[in-house]
């Protein structure tokens, strides 16, 4: 089982590595951007949901969200908090972890909890949090410094920013043009930097690489940038292609775990 945590702090680096140490025994990656004002830890592994437990109660200590101040949407302190089954594991095993959690976030914490998979999807609750969505645990109203948080059950999803050299209001353009049900974008300013931003919701079936041409058949693209990790699926074979796109090509889940075992 993967757990990909995403906190609204990107900008204190001490912060962040007391973050990713409290969960250590899982940790396979953490992203950063100080423009997002988010970091994006990834965890798997036989101990992963005591030590999003434990990630939960030091960012809880560490992190108050009226000092959130990034380009990216967010809801609250624990953002985003997806379970997702790696492997033969089932979707099921994921819910029940969702809920779990859910429930526990909503009674330590005084905290509004919204869950997202197969019964609404995660644009859905952003978009109608507290409005025509309620939460599914803890208050009616957000919590004065943590907000709201968003736990998943979910299946594979790749995260990339692609920079463009182009205006703004382009970027706007080519983000609606690629959307799809397998292609979720936000046109962004982050710094200096022109994005599309995109998860890709079905990364078997539309690559980033995919993505990427496609991006690039309508403006320039300056760089990539991968948020979290890959299934090792997608890479092998075309280890090139994401090197030449500044991607590590060992920057899979499959690596990490690989390496989590022999470096326990």
């Known amino acids: 089982?993967?757990?990909?945590?995403?906190?609204?702090?990107?900008?204190?680096?001490?912060?962040?590595?007391?973050?990713?140490?409290?969960?250590?025994?899982?940790?396979?990656?953490?992203?950063?951007?100080?423009?997002?004002?988010?970091?994006?830890?990834?965890?798997?592994?036989?101990?992963?949901?005591?030590?999003?437990?434990?990630?939960?109660?030091?960012?809880?200590?560490?992190?108050?969200?009226?000092s959130y101040h990034g380009i990216h949407p967010a809801?609250?302190?624990?953002d985003v908090i997806p379970f997702v089954p790696l492997g033969a594991e089932s979707l099921?095993?994921?819910v029940e972890l969702r809920d779990r959690l859910g429930e526990w976030l909503a009674g330590e914490f005084d905290l509004p909890v919204f869950i997202y998979g197969e019964e609404i999807s995660l644009p859905e609750v952003r978009r109608g949090a507290f409005s025509t969505v309620v939460p599914t645990w803890g208050a009616s109203k957000r919590n004065a410094r943590l907000g709201a948080a968003c736990v998943g059950a979910r299946r594979l999803l790749v995260a990339l920013n692609i920079n463009l050299g182009c205006s703004a209001s382009q970027a706007k353009v080519v983000a609606k043009a690629v959307r799809s049900p397998q292609i979720r974008t936000l046109a962004l300013v982050a710094g200096s930097r022109i994005q599309v931003s995109m998860n890709l919701t079905d990364p078997l079936a539309v690559t980033p690489l995919m993505a990427v041409d496609l991006v690039a058949s309508m403006a320039p693209v300056e760089s990539v940038e991968l948020v979290g990790l890959l299934p090792e699926a997608i890479v092998v074979g075309y280890e090139r292609r994401y090197a030449a796109l500044g991607i590590d090509p060992e920057a899979t889940i499959e690596a990490r775990l690989r390496r989590q075992v022999t470096h326990p």
Do not use: K, W
């Open 1 to 66: 089982m993967e757990c990909v945590v995403n906190v609204s702090e990107g900008r204190r680096q001490a912060v962040i590595d007391l973050i990713a140490l409290s969960c250590a025994g899982s940790l396979l990656d953490v992203h950063s951007d100080p423009d997002y004002d988010r970091s994006v830890f990834t965890l798997a592994g036989p101990r992963v949901y005591d030590d999003v437990q434990r990630l939960v109660r030091r960012t809880v200590e560490l992190v108050d969200f009226g």
């Open 92 to 94: 099921s095993l994921a």
């Open 75 to 78: 809801l609250g302190t624990l």
